[in-house]
């Protein structure tokens, strides 16, 4: 499921994932709040949905195997 995607997300990754979830401020703010680039913010975040669409994809094949 979703919830457990995210969780298995590297830290870095999980945290720019959830922060532009929210939706707070844009992203040189939020990426300031995590203490790192707006440029390696905008890539985390990039990877982070990259490896959820695997993981998620992966799962479906499984449950319908």
């Known amino acids: 499921d979703i919830v457990s ?5 590297p830290p870095g990754r999980r945290a720019a994932l959830v922060a532009e979830m929210s ?3 844009d992203q040189a703010q939020r ?3 995590l ?3 707006l440029a390696t913010y905008r890539t ?3 990877r ?3 490896q959820m ?5 992966m799962q479906e094949r499984l449950d319908a195997a």
Do not use: C, K, M, N
Request: aromatic share 0%; glycine share 8%; net charge positive.
């Open 5 to 9: 995607a995210v969780e298995s997300l």
């Open 23 to 25: 939706d707070e401020g």
């Open 31 to 33: 990426a300031a709040t």
């Open 35 to 37: 203490g790192i680039s």
């Open 44 to 46: 985390r975040v990039h």
């Open 48 to 50: 982070a949905r990259q």
């Open 53 to 57: 669409r695997a993981r998620l994809r």
